[in-house]
């Protein structure tokens, strides 16, 4: 079974720190791929990214950062220079395999409040 | 861009009562899935639909119902609503590669429809 964890429920910061979300999976698959979702107060679910298990090169994009790595099963994202607007619910997710409808594991969210 | 649209987005019901949630994706997916928000505990897969007249039990199936008559619908049904049924409910499709096991594909996400049993 598939399991993702995200050990840190809420996390506060005042504008401008960064910020670091942790993220460890379990999987018995091989070949799987992670995800990043946002949760605005609006509710809505916001793709940020998806990574295969393949490719552990870390990624950067604009204030965002992702680090993968196979050998701790973990894909931390952290946000660089905070900003108010990044106040939200964040998840991470872990994708099965096609067989079984591509469906998606996620953890429990880490809520991120960004003070001014 | 439509994307995938949820109705009703607010809702609420009495202990007993039936409903039926809509999901409608314009993307032409293949993948159909429905989950629910719970605080503290993530999205919590319902049922999922790998194509048009199929469906599968997910992680919390227990209470509902789903049908997938047309492919660009996926619908979640409350046959007899309890309050632990209070929730957010997310519809939410992919499309599928065919040539990979592991599609591995970007699931998008309906608006979310809030449903309260009282």
């Known amino acids: 079974a598939q399991k993702v964890t995200q050990a840190q429920t809420e996390i506060s910061v005042v504008e401008k720190e960064d910020v670091t979300l942790d993220c460890v999976y379990e999987t018995r698959d091989t070949t799987y791929y992670l995800f990043w979702y946002k949760q605005p107060p609006s509710g809505e679910l916001v793709f940020l990214i998806r990574r295969n298990s393949f490719d552990e090169q870390n990624e950067i994009s604009g204030r965002y950062s992702w680090n993968f790595q196979k050998s701790t099963s973990s894909f931390n994202f952290t946000i660089t220079a905070s900003q108010v607007v990044d106040s939200a619910v964040y998840f991470c997710?872990?994708?099965?395999?096609?067989?079984?409808?591509?469906?998606?594991?996620f953890g429990g969210g880490t809520r991120v409040l960004v003070k001014p | 861009n439509a994307g995938v649209t949820q109705t009703p987005k607010f809702r609420v019901l009495k202990t007993g009562q039936s409903m039926t949630l809509l999901c409608a994706q314009d993307?032409?997916?293949?993948?159909m899935y429905w989950y629910r928000q719970d605080p503290g505990m993530g999205l919590r897969l319902i049922h999922y639909s790998v194509g048009e007249g199929t469906t599968a039990k997910g992680e919390v199936p227990d209470g509902y119902n789903v049908s997938r008559l047309k492919k660009q619908n996926f619908l979640l049904g409350l046959e007899s609503a309890a309050p632990s049924q209070t929730s957010v409910y997310f519809c939410?499709?992919?499309?599928?590669?065919?040539?990979?096991?592991?599609?591995?594909?970007?699931?998008?996400f309906g608006e979310g429809s809030w449903l309260t049993v009282v």
């Open positions: 997710a872990l994708s099965g395999t096609k067989a079984a409808g591509n469906k998606l594991t």
């Open positions: 939410a499709s992919s499309y599928s590669t065919v040539y990979t096991d592991y599609s591995g594909n970007t699931i998008y």
């Open positions: 993307m032409n997916h293949e993948y």
